[in-house]
């Protein structure tokens, strides 16, 4: 079986296991705040995952969520970045609106991805140089907008810091709208598909942006930090994500004139890792 098939059937099969396991006690646990959150299903889906990868794929590296290859520093050979669970917070409160996120990397370059949204049964994926697709339909590029006609996607949490909230809150100011979803995976996928227009955030594990991140390339979307750079896969990073034409007017008309506060964030979150 093929490494692209092989990884669909996995998030396939771990969903099914979420949806078997959500229904009993959930054991929840706080992780560096009160509101980060993990409980014994997202840790045992990163079990039952790394089990299986290292199975079939014993040399393959794993960078998880729930602690599997935090050590990792180099992007050689093959890597899978895997959060079980994006969106814990809906996961526990909401039962919905959460998603399973698998990247998987060749010699630092994204070769697939998948975000599954395990409760509506909806799987993204993308195969480097083959398209997107939702399920089995295959996913149009898209369209460029302004973000004077666009829904932007930002926790609105992020608006009350006083350095962040001058650079991100005209954004949302001169947008159509904006929306939070409370899964990175998912608002990638959102904009992937065009539902949102743009999603930005000023910091993001690799698990979280590692399934998307090809998704939304094969469609024409460009995802960078908010400094303009490639994402790394071994370390947290700022997020802007959009279609071509919005994701340059966000770095260059909103982003760029901030250079020197986004340049003090990008090495603080960087040295928080």
Do not use: C
Request: aromatic share 10%.
């Amino acid at each position: 079986m093929y490494l692209y098939d092989y990884a669909k059937s996995l998030v396939l099969e771990a969903g099914n296991n979420i949806r078997k396991w959500m229904h009993e006690d959930l054991r929840i646990e706080e992780k560096s705040n009160p509101n980060d959150l993990v409980t014994n299903v997202d840790k045992s889906i990163e079990k039952f995952l790394v089990a299986q990868i290292k199975d079939i794929y014993p040399n393959h590296h794993i960078i998880g969520e729930e602690g599997h290859g935090h050590d990792i520093d180099s992007d050689e050979g093959i890597i899978w970045v895997i959060d079980p669970i994006d969106g814990t917070l809906n996961f526990i409160h909401q039962r919905q609106s959460f998603a399973i996120s698998i990247g998987i990397f060749k010699n630092g370059k994204p070769y697939a991805g998948f975000v599954y949204d395990v409760m509506n049964d909806v799987l993204y994926h993308a195969r480097s140089g083959q398209g997107a697709y939702q399920n089995e339909t295959k996913l149009p590029f898209l369209k460029e907008t302004t973000v004077s006609e666009s829904i932007i996607g930002v926790n609105p949490n992020w608006l009350t810091k006083p350095k962040l909230g001058s650079i991100l809150q005209p954004i949302v100011n001169d947008s159509r709208s904006a929306r939070a979803y409370g899964s990175a995976a998912l608002e990638i996928v959102y904009v992937a598909t065009g539902q949102l227009e743009a999603y930005m955030t000023p910091r993001l594990q690799p698990w979280d942006f590692a399934g998307g991140l090809i998704i939304l390339q094969e469609v024409g979307g460009r995802i960078t930090n908010f400094l303009g750079n490639a994402l790394s896969i071994t370390q947290s990073n700022s997020v802007i994500v959009g279609n071509q034409a919005i994701h340059h007017e966000i770095l260059v008309d909103y982003m760029q004139p901030h250079d020197e506060i986004l340049q003090e964030l990008h090495q603080r979150f960087n040295q928080n890792n």
